[in-house]
């Protein structure tokens, strides 16, 4: 599970930024919400809010740039050329895989004119009722400042000849040697980047439903068909059916090797749904809101049952509100206790403090003209004039009481459409 990301100069970002799970425990509205782990209670749901191109999609490539960082990946751009001359970007990520390790931190920059790692550091936290947490430094290594210390114990002399396009883990020897105490942290880091999956609902591949779907798990099987179900009300079945496809024209046997190159589209071919007696190839006759309802459900029942972190940019594309609704409400559920949710959206009806979200699950993006900003709904406190309820809430942030929000009108141009045309604008 993660605590907190924060970052410092990366992409629209330049100023500090933090994104929390820390649930506030003084907050004793919809405790299912969040989940105690070694110490801390933590939120398994933050939504991001904003208007169009102010920075939302930017933190969903930060979690896509971390899984890269943390699996060894060199497959990442942070390119702070675009967006200002400062060529550092810092990012730190506190995280637990519920493998008795409790709370890491690790945190580093990178520079991206030089294409490295110019500072690493990995901490272990101990979270305490009262009071900073514990922090012990596992290992540290900066370039500039000519540190390199693991366990404690000074490695400052193997600083030049190790090479810095990689995080630590990834460019010294493990398996023995001076280094090997770092192993297993080494296995936590690819845990954690294992778990994070990034999805764009407008764009959701369905291949990890297909692959559920092909295995002989039956209680996968039930889920998928139980979420479709739910969500489409006019399907009875669906499945992957291979058996059912028939490869031949007049009596003549097509050799499905000839689809080489193409087996993604083939395993769709092969998705039915029922409706009614009748199986039909969902490719062809599903909506795109059901076939974005049959591949998310994939994604939903690994981060759920295995504890992953689930990514989702644009949650409330061509879904019905019920349906985004209910996609949150299963994260925020008792029962769930190690999947986390992250997702952007533009549907108000999810902004509910009083059923479905608490205030510090609730986050806006802002961008000015020079860069982008981050703000928790939980700063805006009734104190303070901050909302009380869900319904003053909505109230308020369409009248930009949190965050600026657009207020478009197109009268104008279309009096210039019908000016052009010969029409007065008195006329309209």
Not at 119 to 135: D, Q
Not at 177 to 204: D, H, P, R
Not at 350 to 365: G, S
Request: contains cysteine; aromatic residues 12%; charged residues 30%.
């Amino acid at each position: 599970m993660i605590l907190e990301i924060y970052i410092d100069g990366f992409r629209f970002f330049k100023k500090d930024t933090m994104l929390s799970f820390s649930a506030d425990a003084r907050t004793k509205r919809l405790l299912s919400n969040a989940v105690f782990v070694d110490g801390k209670y933590v939120n398994k749901c933050v939504g991001i809010y904003g208007s169009n191109n102010s920075g939302k999609s930017n933190l969903i490539k930060l979690f896509s740039i971390l899984k890269a960082v943390l699996s060894g990946s060199e497959n990442f751009v942070i390119n702070r050329a675009i967006f200002c001359d400062q060529p550092l970007t810092s990012i730190s990520i506190t995280y637990n895989n519920l493998d008795g390790k409790g709370w890491l931190k690790y945190d580093f920059t990178y520079d991206y004119t030089e294409k490295r790692f110019v500072r690493e550091k990995l901490s272990s936290l101990t979270y305490y009722p009262n009071g900073k947490p514990f922090e012990k430094t596992l290992f540290e290594k900066d370039f500039q400042n000519k540190i390199f210390e693991v366990f404690g114990s000074s490695k400052v002399e193997y600083l030049g000849i190790i090479r810095g396009n990689l995080p630590l883990f990834y460019v010294v020897e493990l398996e023995s040697g001076i280094f090997s105490t770092l192993k297993e942290y080494k296995e936590s880091f690819q845990q954690l980047a294992s778990s994070i999956e990034v999805v764009n609902m407008y764009n959701i591949p369905i291949s990890k439903t297909i692959d559920l779907l092909k295995r002989d798990h039956q209680e996968k099987k039930d889920f998928i068909l139980s979420f479709v179900k739910h969500a489409d009300l006019s399907v009875c079945d669906f499945k992957y059916d291979k058996a059912d496809m028939k490869y031949d024209v007049d009596g003549e046997k097509i050799d499905e090797k000839a689809l080489e190159g193409f087996e993604d589209l083939v395993d769709s071919i092969h998705l039915k749904t029922r409706y009614g007696n009748v199986d039909v190839p969902s490719l062809f006759f599903d909506s795109s809101g059901t076939k974005k309802i049959e591949a998310v459900a994939a994604y939903i029942y690994e981060a759920i049952k295995e504890g992953k972190i689930l990514v989702i940019d644009e949650l409330d594309n061509g879904l019905h509100y019920k349906l985004t609704r209910a996609i949150v409400s299963l994260f925020n559920n008792l029962l769930n206790k190690k999947g986390q949710l992250v997702f952007t959206a533009h549907d108000l009806l999810l902004i509910d403090c009083n059923y479905l979200m608490r205030k510090d699950q609730i986050y806006f993006t802002q961008r000015d003209k020079k860069c982008a900003s981050l703000f928790c709904l939980k700063e805006a406190t009734v104190a303070s004039g901050g909302p009380r309820e869900g319904t003053d809430l909505i109230k308020r942030y369409n009248h930009g009481d949190f965050v600026e929000v657009p207020s478009p009108s197109f009268i104008e141009p279309i009096i210039k459409i019908v000016e052009v045309e010969g029409e007065s604008a008195s006329e309209v």
